[in-house]
């Protein structure tokens, strides 16, 4: 198992983050990853820098591996996607790799064009994805169907292919993505779910890592560990479709108007207690997965870097 740094870009300013990254690297993370947001959930969270940008200094800066969770389609056409994704692991072999999903409207609706059901959706990432590797494979591409190519080629491939990564939340998903994907990555949810994710991929053929993120809350006090994931987490706590389809910040905040502390710890691994973490999160690792990615929904992260880094993760490698 590895454990790796999520970094959060709806939250901390992307200078700030690049600070963040390299001190995680200083802590004992062995990886990171980031997301890949026009904005935050949430005018309380309040930033959104461009991934891609702070990818290439934080892979620069840097030794660690790094992914990010991205969605082709409508913001990006897939050939742009696949020259971006082709750039940095041509820069930086077998550091890159990217989870490739279906999308959300609070990121996508800026282009102004409808926004599809799920079903469309997926179908439409079945087509980037096919478009992104046939490019990376070294073809000429057209297509036409849900997305539109015409005679695309990459002129700069890595010597590496860099891992096309299927992100999934539900078991119906992750069986699907099986078809395609070189991994799996997901998010923390009870056991029992997480168990069943992992089955379905697996039992459709599912191939490469499996990879789990976790949103956790901590601080020296349990007043302190609730206070941080209430405030930064209550809006994203709600499941498809709201979180698939509410398009501004100001939807996802009137929503979280309603969220109480017990739901946001149903999202978020919250305690100040060390060994309640570590016990934690030696549980979910157990279900199979090789990679964990920790996420402190705070804002803050130094104190967060250097007490898991010293007392967190030597007992989970241990």
């Known amino acids: 198992m590895r454990l790796g740094f999520h970094a959060s870009h709806e939250q901390i300013a992307p200078s700030r983050l690049l600070a963040d990254v390299e001190h995680a690297e200083r802590a004992g993370f062995e990886m990171a990853m980031c997301s890949d947001h026009f904005g935050p959930w949430s005018e309380r969270q309040g930033h959104s820098g461009y991934a891609w940008s702070w990818l290439g200094a934080a892979l620069a800066r840097t030794d660690l591996e790094l992914g990010c969770v991205s969605a082709p389609g409508q913001r990006y056409h897939p050939a742009v996607a696949a020259q971006k994704i082709a750039t940095l692991a041509e820069m930086f072999p077998g550091r890159f790799w990217v989870a490739l999903g279906s999308g959300e409207a609070s990121n996508e609706h800026i282009t102004g064009d409808r926004w599809p059901r799920k079903e469309v959706r997926t179908r439409r990432l079945e087509e980037c994805v096919s478009v992104i590797r046939r490019l990376l494979d070294g073809e000429e591409v057209s297509h036409d169907g849900l997305v539109t190519v015409d005679r695309a080629r990459l002129w700069e491939r890595p010597a590496v292919p860099p891992r ?52 956790l809350s901590w601080a020296p006090t349990a007043e302190e560990a609730d206070a941080i994931a209430f405030d930064q987490w209550r809006s994203n706590v709600f499941t498809e479709p709201v979180n698939w389809d509410t398009e501004t910040q100001q939807g996802f905040d009137v929503m979280a108007e309603h969220v109480d502390l017990k739901a946001v710890r149903g999202a978020v691994e919250v305690s100040h207690d060390l060994s309640w973490h570590r016990d934690r999160l030696a549980e979910l690792a157990a279900v199979g997965f090789d990679d964990l990615y920790l996420h402190h929904v705070g804002q803050e ?6 007490t898991f880094g010293s007392e967190v993760l030597p007992a989970l490698r241990g």
């Open 301 to 306: 992260q130094t104190a967060f870097l250097d």
């Open 164 to 215: 096309l990564i299927g992100p999934a939340v539900s078991v119906a998903s992750a069986a699907r993505v099986a078809a395609w994907a070189d991994g799996l990555v997901t998010i923390n949810q009870p056991v029992e779910v997480l168990r069943d994710i992992v089955s379905a991929y697996r039992d459709a053929g599912g191939r490469g890592p499996l990879s789990l993120q976790v949103h």
